[in-house]
T-cell receptor, first 116, second 116 residues
Framework: KAGVTQTPRYLIKTRGQQVTLSCSPI?????VSWYQQTPGQGLQFLFE???????NKGNFPGRFSGRQFSNSRSEMNVSTLELGDSALYLC???????????????FGEGSWLTVV | AQTVTQSQPEMSVQEAETVTLSCTYD???????LFWYKQPPSRQMILVIR??????QNATENRFSVNFQKAAKSFSLKISDSQLGDAAMYFC?????????????FGTGTRLKVLA
């Protein structure tokens, strides 16, 4: 069974540009969540989706947005990039909705974003 | 707000020896999950072990075990018979059980070095 797939793995963008990152969850998984990992702030929750609906959002500016498609694939978008957006963006998926107890999320390898 | 604290930025262990990584957390919730994730140089987060707060018995997965002290809000990870492949960043994480969210709160991580 294929794991969580994130594309692209590495990218370099210029300040002011926008970027879209993609996440394909494990087959059959319907929940997708996103995290930002930086040396200074560690791992921080961005948002999560279940059945195309955003269920929760972290404390990030409106420049960070996301969506989930009917096939459970998810994208996140960052507009007007800033140097501080340079980070590893991790996607995770789970098989059922978050109200199901005892379920665990599985992470992808992440997308490395460098803003110059 | 919930917080997770890992007070050991870096630890070293001799191959085949035992090491314990510390984690404390703060929450007013009574029902939650605690996790240890391993992040090797590939950067993919790998679940090591999970503990449900309502279970008094400490979780065990092969060479990995936890010491869960609910009253003290402590959740340490013990790695027995350490192997070179155990070298990685280890993150302690918390998730509420009843909020209907997969939002995880992570500690800042402990870098584990395994000496041959």
């Amino acid at each position: 069974k294929a794991g969580v797939t994130q594309t692209p793995r590495y990218l370099i963008k210029t300040r002011g540009q926008q970027v879209t990152l993609s996440c394909s969850p494990i087959s059959g998984h319907r929940s997708v969540s996103w995290y930002q990992q930086t040396p200074g702030q560690g791992l921080q929750f961005l948002f999560e989706y279940f059945s195309e609906t955003q269920r929760n959002k972290g404390n990030f500016p409106g420049r960070f947005s996301g969506r989930q498609f009917s096939n459970s694939r998810s994208e996140m978008n960052v507009s007007t990039l800033e140097l501080g957006d340079s980070a590893l963006y991790l996607c995770a998926s789970s098989s059922v909705g978050p109200r199901a107890s005892g379920n665990t999320i599985y992470f992808g390898e992440g997308s490395w974003l460098t803003v110059v | 707000a919930q917080t997770v604290t890992q007070s050991q930025p870096e630890m070293s262990v001799q191959e085949a020896e035992t090491v314990t990584l510390s984690c404390t957390y703060d929450t007013s919730e009574s029902d939650y999950y605690l996790f240890w994730y391993k992040q090797p140089p590939s950067r993919q987060m790998i679940l090591v072990i999970r503990q449900e707060a309502y279970k008094q018995q400490n979780a065990t997965e092969n060479r990995f075990s936890v010491n869960f002290q609910k009253a003290a809000k402590s959740f340490s990870l013990k790695i027995s018979d350490s192997q070179l492949g155990d070298a990685a960043m280890y993150f302690c994480a918390y998730r509420r059980a009843t909020s209907g969210t997969y939002k995880y709160i992570f500690g800042t991580g402990t870098r584990l070095k395994v000496l041959a």
